[in-house]
C-alpha cells in the first residue's frame, strides 16, 4: 500500500506560478499512475492532470491545458504539479492520489490511495 504526501501549496497572485510536490512511501511507485485533483470550496472535487505509469502520456482538464504540467520523477518516488499563470479559479486543496490501473485515469474513482492535500490560494 502506497502513502502520499503533498507539499508547495500556498498563497499566490494572480499570474504567478507553483509547483506542488506529492512523495510516495512503499514500494513500487512506478508501477502507480499517479493523478492530481483539486476541490475547491463548496464545489466538487476534480480532476487537474495525470500521469500513467506506462506509455508517456499526461492528461490535463481542459482549463489547466497550457499551463499546469505533471512530471514524474520515479527515482525519487515523486509526482510533481508545476502551474503557471495561476487564476482565481485555480485555488483549491490540491490532492494527489494513486492507482496501479491506467485507465480511466480522469476518475477518481479509479484511485484507491490519496494525500491529504495541500491548499493553492490564488489572490486577485
Known amino acids: 500500500q502506497v502513502q502520499l504526501v503533498e507539499s508547495g501549496g500556498g498563497l499566490v497572485q494572480v499570474g504567478d506560478s507553483l509547483r506542488v510536490s506529492c512523495v510516495a512511501s512503499g514500494p513500487a511507485f512506478k508501477t502507480y499512475s499517479m493523478g492530481w485533483f483539486r476541490q475547491a470550496p463548496g464545489k466538487e472535487r476534480e480532476f487537474v492532470a495525470a500521469i500513467p505509469w506506462i506509455g508517456d502520456g499526461t492528461y490535463y482538464r481542459d482549463s489547466v491545458k497550457g499551463r499546469f504540467t505533471i512530471s514524474r520523477d520515479n527515482a525519487k518516488n515523486t509526482v510533481y504539479l508545476q502551474m503557471n499563470s495561476l487564476e482565481p479559479e485555480d485555488t483549491g486543496v490540491y490532492s494527489c492520489?494513486?492507482?496501479?490501473?491506467?485507465?480511466?485515469?480522469?476518475?477518481?474513482?479509479?484511485?484507491?490511495?490519496w494525500g491529504q492535500g495541500t491548499q493553492v490560494t490564488v489572490s486577485s
Open positions: 492520489a494513486a492507482t496501479h490501473t491506467a485507465f480511466p485515469i480522469t476518475s477518481q474513482n479509479n484511485y484507491p490511495y
